[in-house]
């Protein structure tokens, strides 16, 4: 067995990113561990892609949290001549203008460019004009090309334009939609992507995956009558299921991959529904966020510190 490769993977679901960036808060603050020191690669879906590029560029995550409270609102406003019939609207137009969300990641990221960033970065998103999967990622391959000047900020608003949400965004040659409809958990991805790049074994890889949030009342429907289109749909409810459904067969993939020790996941399970744009719950996902950590921060300094294995 090798040095251990540790691998950061951060899932996509909206406002519930604040869940977590105050994880890494609290493993930064608290554990007093580097995020960019220790982890060798990061990856990071929709939300996730914002939390994923922050570290990678030396944003702190308690100043990423202080994006999600200050800024959440602001990027969950409905657009000025949104249409009150909700079940007309998402068949004509998305619900949110990423004009806010473009100038946040101005801010935050400013002219930062990929081919920057030599730690391994991954950030998934959607090709929509070509059908096939588009995955951003930063300088680490003398063999990457394509991505070398595209500002972090434009990778980031690719990743996070969620269909129905937000409008696909434009990069160079590509119209670009949110990454999670087929690696909301880009854990999968990461480890592919580290054996077949950079030669890990897989013996060595050790991933810590953190989600945002499940909810056991997922669609809400058990009856075929109200399976269709403008009763049964429920486009948010929907865009929320297909992305749990790919979050957790990607970790069911990995479990089936890797052994026990070589993975972790912080996540938590509602019995709610947990839209992607309630700015409404910061508050109740930071304080779950908080009591995850506090009940298995030990569990957390160990997996990272021992590289992992100890567990098995």
């Known amino acids: 067995m090798g040095k251990t490769f540790r691998i950061l993977s951060i899932d996509g679901g909206g406002i519930r990113g604040i869940f977590p960036a105050h994880i890494l808060r609290c493993i930064e603050e ?3 561990i580097d995020l960019f020191d220790t982890f060798d690669m990061i990856a990071g879906t929709s939300t996730g892609s914002i939390i994923a590029a922050g570290v990678a560029t030396g944003v702190s995550a308690a100043d990423i949290v202080a994006m999600y409270k200050e800024h959440g609102a602001g990027i969950f406003r409905k657009k000025r001549f949104f249409l009150p019939v909700k079940s007309i609207q998402p068949m004509f137009d998305s619900i949110y203008d990423s004009q806010y969300l473009e100038d946040v990641l101005i801010e935050v990221f400013q002219d930062k460019r990929l081919g920057d960033i030599k730690k391994p970065l991954l950030l998934p998103s959607t090709d929509i004009g070509n059908g096939c999967v588009h995955i951003l990622k930063s300088g680490y391959s003398k063999d990457f090309t394509r991505d070398k000047y595209v500002l972090v900020k434009d ?3 690719a990743s996070c334009s969620a269909p129905t949400y937000f409008n696909p965004h434009k990069l160079d040659h590509y119209l670009l939609a949110d990454g999670g409809l087929w690696a909301n958990n880009p854990a999968l991805a990461a480890v592919i ?5 950079l030669e890990i074994a897989q013996d060595d890889i050790q991933i810590l995956s953190v989600g945002t949030g499940h909810s056991k009342t997922m669609y809400g429907t058990n009856t075929a009558h109200k399976w269709g289109l403008i009763n049964g749909w429920k486009h948010k409810e929907f865009i929320s299921f297909v992305l749990s459904l790919q979050s957790q067969s990607a970790l069911n993939y990995l479990k089936l991959m890797l052994r026990p020790g070589q993975i972790k996941r912080v996540d938590f399970e509602s019995d709610l529904p947990m839209p992607l744009d309630d700015v409404s719950t910061l508050d109740d996902l ?11 921060s030990e569990s957390i300094r160990t997996f990272i510190q021992n590289g992992g294995f100890a567990d098995e």
């Open 30 to 32: 608290r554990l007093k």
């Open 155 to 157: 990778a980031v608003l």
């Open 193 to 197: 992507d580290a054996q077949k790049r």
């Open 286 to 296: 930071i304080s779950k966020a908080d009591h995850k950590f506090s009940h298995e």
